[in-house]
């Protein structure tokens, strides 16, 4: 049987692609509570408001997650949202208390996506390529992180 700490990890990554790839917002509501509390400084109060924030977001919007930690009733995963219109893609670290089953409160921490250019360490902040640019069409085109492994040594 899986511990709790596996079931909150599986419950937030379900959560997190049913609404913001899948867009499937009425089973996302099955996975918020419809008394959420939200701490982003981006988002608007509530279930609600984290609705409406992807709904009004472009269509290309997607999620990435990458490490996902929990312990007791908290999950953190640290993601890439991509295809927001905006210059940069975002990494975040989402952190989510789990209560009865559902999503019960939230807090992030957002970055905007260094580019090789940018980054002091030569390496991505995710995964292991960089997201350098956007090509005319908004596909990300990757490098390969192995370019900046052979200048480090």
Do not use: C
Request: overall charge negative.
């Amino acid at each position: 049987m899986a511990s709790k700490e596996e079931r909150n990890k599986t419950l937030v990554l379900e959560a997190f692609d049913t609404l913001f790839n899948k867009r499937d917002y009425e089973a996302a509501a099955r996975y918020w509570s419809p008394n959420y509390i939200q701490h982003s400084a981006h988002i608007e109060p509530g279930r609600e408001g984290l609705f409406n924030l992807i709904k009004a977001s472009p269509a290309s919007l997607k999620y990435e997650p990458r490490v996902i930690v929990a312990e007791g009733d908290f999950v953190i995963v640290h993601g890439r949202f991509s295809g927001t219109g905006l210059p940069r893609n975002w990494i975040a670290a989402d952190i989510v208390r789990i209560g009865d089953g559902v999503l019960v409160e939230h807090w992030d921490v957002l970055q905007d996506e260094a580019a090789r250019a940018d980054s002091k360490s030569g390496l991505p902040m995710f995964g292991d390529s960089f997201a350098d640019h956007l090509d005319g069409d908004g596909t990300e085109q990757r490098e390969n992180i192995d370019a900046v492994r052979f200048r480090r040594d």
